[in-house]
T-cell receptor, first 117, second 113 residues
Framework: AQSVAQPEDQVNVAEGNPLTVKCTYS??????LFWYVQYPNRGLQFLLK??????LVKGSYGFEAEFNKSQTSFHLKKPSALVSDSALYFC???????????????FGQGTTLQVKP | ETGVTQTPRHLVMGMTNKKSLKCEQH?????MYWYKQSAKKPLELMFV???????ENNSVPSRFSPECPNSSHLFLHLHTLQPEDSALYLC????????????FGQGTRLTVV
């Protein structure tokens, strides 16, 4: 069964500094990987995804993520953090398309990003 | 706005009540999902529907009963809930079950008293 781990409950970074939110995954076959952000009392907003192709994926609001197959990681990054980036971030993985898979989207436990002025 | 609308936004119900949560999308998506988000727990997948057929029931208690009458609507019928069922219930939809991102509604905050 597929799984996702986000090893850090919280990441603190100063505004203007680069940020990294970590994610590792476990899935049989090729993974479909996603990052979402959740602001207080809101649903999840899609940031970016990796399906195939370039290992560096660019997404919304200046975020990017690097897929590393050998390390089974998909870390979220941003070169320069903003206070408004403070939110809860979720990594997710979905099965690839094959017989027997239902395509369920499984989420990590979430990482709170705190950007301080 | 993601194009996925959930109603009501807030719901308080007693343990003997019956209520329903509603989710609606007009994005032309073929897959819909229910998730439960509790404090200090990751998002828990409850159900997956694809082309109106339930394809995943993630060991959810029978007091939660989903219904997908058409590809645009998804319901979660609730009866005889427990206080530990209090949570944020999120609906999502995606173009298909594989590869495409899911779009989430804003959720229904459920409190069981």
């Amino acid at each position: 069964a597929q799984s996702v781990a986000q090893p850090e409950d919280q990441v603190n970074v100063a505004e203007g500094n680069p940020l990294t939110v970590k994610c590792t995954y476990s899935v049989s076959g090729n993974p479909y990987l996603f990052w979402y952000v959740q602001y207080p009392n809101r649903g999840l907003q899609f940031l970016l995804k990796y399906i195939t192709g370039d290992n560096l994926v660019k997404g919304s609001y200046g975020f990017e993520a690097e897929f590393n197959k050998s390390q089974t990681s998909f870390h979220l990054k941003k070169p320069s953090a903003l206070v408004s980036d403070s939110a809860l971030y979720f990594c997710a993985v979905r099965d690839e398309y094959r017989s027997g898979n239902t395509g369920k989207l499984i989420f990590g436990q979430g990482t709170t990003l705190q950007v301080k002025p | 706005e993601t194009g996925v609308t959930q109603t009501p936004r807030h719901l308080v119900m007693g343990m003997t009540n019956k209520k329903s949560l509603k989710c609606e999308q007009h994005l032309g998506h073929n897959a819909m999902y229910w998730y439960k988000q509790s404090a200090k727990k990751p998002l828990e997948l409850m159900f997956v529907y694809s082309l109106e057929e339930r394809v995943e029931n993630n060991s959810v208690p029978s007091r939660f009963s989903p219904e997908c009458p058409n590809s645009s609507h998804l319901f979660l019928h609730l009866h005889t809930l427990q206080p530990e069922d209090s949570a944020l219930y999120l609906c999502a939809s995606s173009q298909d079950r594989f590869g495409t991102e899911a779009f989430f509604g804003q959720g229904t905050r459920l409190t069981v008293v």
